[in-house]
């Protein structure tokens, strides 16, 4: 089991930055690939990005590639995802998700999820 926690949403003007961060709580948290996925109001869940278990691969949304960077401390159970150059088609709430074995872009693949934390970029 593992409990995942995100904290860094907000609200920020187009052309802004956010950081979000998701925690951990496995001690086995640094065999998990672990990806990024976000829902805006009335549209689906939507595949952000991912990162492997050790950190040396990452695969990107083509809405996001270039503005967003993901990335993990295994040491300290938590993975990144630095939003910049922030849109408002980004607002969203956001979710970190964790799988066994590699990255995926479905969701329906990750077996852990957190609660969500809300991006709001105003225009």
């Known amino acids: 089991q593992v409990l995942l926690i995100e904290s860094g949403g907000g609200l920020v003007p187009a052309g802004g930055s956010l950081r979000l961060s998701c925690s951990g709580s496995?001690?086995?948290?640094?065999?998990?690939?672990m990806g990024w996925f976000r829902q805006a109001p009335g549209k689906g869940r939507e595949f952000v990005a991912h990162?492997?278990?050790?950190?040396?691969?990452?695969f990107y949304a083509n809405s996001v590639k270039g503005r967003f960077t993901i990335s993990r401390d295994n040491a300290k159970n938590t993975v990144a995802l630095q939003m910049n150059t922030l849109k408002p088609e980004d607002t969203a709430v956001y979710y970190c998700?964790?799988?066994?074995?590699?990255?995926?872009?479905?969701?329906?693949?990750?077996?852990?999820w957190g609660q969500g934390t809300q991006v709001t970029v105003s225009s």
């Open positions: 998700a964790a799988r066994d074995y590699s990255g995926s872009i479905y969701d329906y693949e990750y077996d852990y």
């Open positions: 496995a001690h086995t948290f640094s065999r998990y690939a």
């Open positions: 990162i492997s278990w050790s950190g040396g691969t990452t």
